[in-house]
């Protein structure tokens, strides 16, 4: 089992930036793919990005080129970098866990969750 916890949220201006970061325990090798998602009032979750335990990286449309995901495996830990935020960045933010089967780009795929960090990008 994997337990997440999420932290690194706030209140920034539009155009600022923040670090997310996700500490992984209990059994982070089970997993293959760490990814951060995204919620908005009466929204579901978003996709916006993964990492594979050899570090490759995958981006939402919405988000490439503006942040950037990274792990530091001997921390069990993953980051999100995020720059130029938008309003519509405005979510709570959760990290998962999935296997290396799971279709990374689909929330319902990842069965271990943080509680979520919350991002609010306004003036």
Same mark, same amino acid.
């Given at each position: 089992?994997?337990?997440?916890?999420?932290?690194?949220?706030?209140?920034?201006?539009?155009?600022?930036?923040?670090?997310?970061?996700?500490?992984?325990?209990?059994?982070?090798?089970?997993?293959?793919?760490?990814g951060w998602f995204r919620? &908005?009032?009466?929204?579901?979750?978003?996709?916006? /990005?993964?990492?594979? =335990?050899? @570090? %490759?990286?995958? *981006?939402?449309?919405?988000?490439?080129?503006?942040?950037?995901?990274?792990?530091?495996?001997?921390?069990?830990?993953?980051?999100?970098?995020?720059?130029?935020?938008?309003?519509?960045?405005? &979510?709570?933010?959760?990290?998962?866990?999935?296997? /290396?089967?799971?279709? =990374?780009? @689909? %929330?319902?795929? *990842?069965?271990?969750?943080?509680q979520g960090t919350q991002?609010?990008?306004?003036?």
């Amino acid at each position: 089992q994997v337990h997440m916890a999420e932290s690194g949220g706030g209140l920034v201006p539009p155009g600022g930036s923040l670090n997310l970061s996700c500490v992984l325990s209990g059994h982070p090798d089970d997993m293959y793919y760490v990814g951060w998602f995204r919620q &908005a009032p009466g929204n579901g979750r978003e996709f916006v /990005a993964a990492i594979n =335990r050899n @570090s %490759a990286t995958y *981006y939402s449309n919405s988000v490439k080129g503006r942040f950037t995901i990274s792990r530091d495996n001997a921390e069990n830990t993953v980051f999100l970098r995020m720059n130029n935020l938008r309003p519509d960045d405005t &979510a709570m933010y959760l990290c998962a866990a999935a296997s /290396a089967t799971a279709y =990374r780009r @689909s %929330a319902s795929e *990842y069965p271990a969750w943080g509680q979520g960090t919350q991002v609010t990008v306004a003036l």
